[in-house]
């Protein structure tokens, strides 16, 4: 079999080798991985715009530094049925695929054949355990585009099924990765005693509510206030959703979704040292930058708590709405998808 890019080992027997000869330049390394072959990313899922975003920058002739050594080289192109918008767009998706020189293949068996890694990138987060699994059961390293799923018993099942077949998993929004979100998390102002955070918010009458758009803005606030979320209540109106959450200690996290008026992403933060504006959001590269490394190392920088608990507080926010805006608690979130789990 021949032996395809691995970052660490690659860096190691380059630096003994410089070391050796004080020849090595930052420079030579970067040829030499350029000139390496490439791991091979397969897509399953084409209705979205990312699948086409994430293959212009893996693909591009001279990549962002860190996305060296990669190429998304097949696609699965499937499309929700019940969703029109999907069905309509992703014939337009796809040719901008074959553009960019990924083949299209017709089925899941193929892609696996033709990739190392994959990446989920349907929008509609129902079939996302069904397109995952063939390749959590080949062991493989799997990007889950956001959401995991459409329901928090599929993301326990998920990640249960990767630790049985010894696969890697990793699932964000690229909200995720906003620079002064990071910064928060990191430590800019301190310990956060609560956040704000907002996006848009438009429902699919297939999903969960929060799942189909609101997932990003809900990713910022889990970005910045960690997980410990133990109640959420919700109020719905047709322009907007504002959903409360209350953390350990008394913290207070709000996404309010948005669906009137000017839409946008961001949010803030309040800390013990400081109060930090979310965003402005700039796009996919971030994520794209963590996908890489997770496809190198295997470890996803997001834990599967952090990833479960957002889905918790989604659905939480469903039940919520259901009891008129009554408080639901995270841990009744937990014991319910785990009665329904396979």
Not at 41 to 52: E, N
Not at 158 to 170: R, V, Y
Not at 258 to 285: H, M, N, S, V, W
Not at 300 to 317: G, N, Q
């Amino acid at each position: 079999m021949t032996h395809r890019y691995d970052r660490r080992q690659f860096l190691q027997s380059i630096t003994a080798a410089g070391i050796a000869t004080g020849l090595t330049t930052s420079s030579s390394l970067r040829a030499m991985a350029l000139n390496a072959e490439p791991v091979r990313i397969g897509i399953i899922g084409c209705d979205t715009s990312h699948a086409v975003a994430f293959a212009r920058s893996f693909n591009k002739d001279v990549v962002t530094p860190g996305l060296e050594g990669f190429k998304i080289v097949a696609a699965l192109p499937e499309a929700s049925p019940d969703i029109e918008n999907n069905q309509k767009r992703l014939p337009g998706f796809v040719e901008d695929l074959k553009k960019l020189g990924v083949e299209m293949v017709s089925s899941m068996e193929e892609l696996l054949r033709k990739s190392d890694v994959v990446m989920v990138e349907s929008n509609d987060g129902r079939p996302h355990l069904r397109q995952a699994l063939p390749a959590i059961q080949a062991g493989k390293k799997v990007f889950i585009d956001k959401p995991l799923t459409a329901s928090l018993a599929e993301g326990i099942e998920i990640f249960n099924l990767a630790e049985k077949h010894n696969a890697a998993i990793f699932s964000a929004s690229s909200l995720r990765y906003m620079d002064n979100a990071q910064a928060v998390a990191g430590g800019s102002i301190g310990k956060v005693f609560g956040a704000d955070a907002y996006s848009p918010c438009a429902l699919e009458k297939t999903h969960p509510d929060l799942y189909w758009y609101g997932i990003h803005g809900v990713e910022t606030l889990f970005t910045v206030m960690g997980t410990g979320c133990q109640s959420v209540s919700r109020i719905s109106m047709p322009d907007a959703d504002v959903v409360t959450g209350v953390w350990e200690g008394g913290r207070i996290g709000t996404f309010r979704g948005i669906r009137g008026g000017k839409q946008d992403y961001g949010g803030t933060a309040f800390g013990e040292k400081g109060i930090a504006a979310l965003g402005p959001y700039k796009g996919y590269e971030p994520l794209l930058l963590r996908i890489a490394d997770f496809f190198r190392t295997g470890i996803s920088p997001v834990p599967r708590e952090a990833t479960l608990e957002i889905l918790a507080f989604m659905d939480a926010a469903d039940e919520s709405k259901r009891r008129k805006g009554a408080p639901v608690t995270i841990e009744a979130m937990f014991k319910k998808a785990n009665k329904h789990k396979r």
